[in-house]
């Protein structure tokens, strides 16, 4: 089994103040790594995702994220946040069942950038 | 970049009836997930078909069936619908490594 800590639920930042989302997994076996964005009303934008190779991971609209076996965990960071990055961040993991893997999603962080 | 189109975007249904919730994936993506998301909470995933077999289900009761079809559509049913299951219903077809969300049918239970 597996499962996502997201640990913080809400992050207020400024405008153009770096953040950084923070995401703890729990699995027996090797995963991959996903962040998800949620827009108000909206389904699921994938930022980024980790499969394998370097564990710094470059997304879209300027986020990354770092994948850390020995504390397993795949925080996303953005140096420099706009008003528009406000919405609903979710980090996933799959296991590597290939066509029977599932996502097991945290609970969220809502991220408000404050002007 | 999504290809998953779902449909309809919202839903008003009354305690007891079913709903069918539609979702069409993108040519190729042969596994289709389907997800609930409550008010609040992180997607939860409640089954996966897999050419047109169901291939893996989360903690949710039989009232709650799939069908998957060789065009790459796909169906939720939710029979004797309850309050509880107002959420966001969310398809993902999904290739190797990776995952394409639809923008979810919104299901209020009155």
């Known amino acids: 089994a597996q499962s996502v800590t997201q640990l913080d639920s809400q992050v207020p930042v400024f405008e153009e103040a770096p953040v950084e989302l923070r995401c703890n997994y729990s699995s027996s076996v090797s995963v991959y790594l996903f962040w998800y964005v949620q827009y108000p009303n909206q389904g699921l934008q994938l930022l980024l995702k980790y499969l394998s190779g370097s564990t710094l991971v470059k997304g879209i609209n300027g986020f990354e994220a770092e994948f850390n076996k020995s504390q397993t965990s795949f925080h996303l960071r953005k140096p420099s946040v706009h008003i528009s990055d406000t919405a609903e961040y979710f980090c996933?993991?799959?296991?590597?069942?290939?066509?029977?893997?599932?996502?097991?999603f945290g609970t969220g962080t809502r991220l408000q950038v404050m002007l | 970049e999504t290809g998953v189109t779902q449909s309809p975007t919202h839903l008003i249904k009354t305690r007891g009836q079913q709903v069918t919730l539609r979702c069409s994936s993108q040519s190729g993506h042969n596994t289709v997930s389907w997800y609930q998301q409550a008010l609040g909470q992180g997607p939860q995933f409640i089954f996966q078909?897999?050419?047109?077999?169901?291939?893996g289900r989360g903690n949710f009761p039989p009232r709650f069936s799939g069908l998957q079809f060789p065009n790459y559509s796909s169906e939720l049913n939710v029979n004797a619908l309850e309050l509880d299951d107002s959420a966001l219903y969310l398809c993902?077809?999904?290739?190797?490594?990776?995952?394409?969300f639809g923008s979810g049918t919104r299901l209020t239970v009155v």
């Open positions: 078909y897999y050419r047109e077999e169901e291939n």
């Open positions: 993902a077809s999904s290739w190797t490594g990776g995952y394409t």
């Open positions: 996933a993991v799959s296991d590597l069942r290939g066509t029977a893997s599932k996502l097991t």
